[in-house]
C-alpha cells in the first residue's frame, strides 16, 4: 500500500516517487480501460532506460512507473 499525504507539514507538494514496475504497458493499459475521464496517462520511452508511466495526484505529486531494461 502506498499512502501519498498533502497534509501540511507530511511533505512537499509537487513530489515526486519513483516506483518499479514489471510491466508499464499493461500498467498502461489497465489505467486507460478504466472509465475515468481525468486521467488518460502516456508511456514515454526514456533515452536512459525503459518506458515510464506518470501520474500526477490532485496536490501535484507526481508518481512515476518505471520500467527498467536491464
Do not use: N, Q
Amino acid at each position: 500500500m502506498l499512502h501519498l499525504s498533502g497534509h501540511h507539514g507530511d511533505c512537499t507538494p509537487g513530489s515526486a516517487i519513483r516506483i518499479a514496475a514489471a510491466d508499464v504497458g499493461e500498467l498502461h493499459r489497465e489505467l486507460t480501460a478504466k472509465p475515468y475521464p481525468f486521467l488518460k496517462p502516456g508511456v514515454e520511452h526514456m533515452p536512459w532506460g525503459g518506458p515510464e508511466l506518470a501520474l500526477t495526484d490532485p496536490f501535484g505529486s507526481r508518481i512515476i512507473f518505471y520500467e527498467s531494461k536491464s
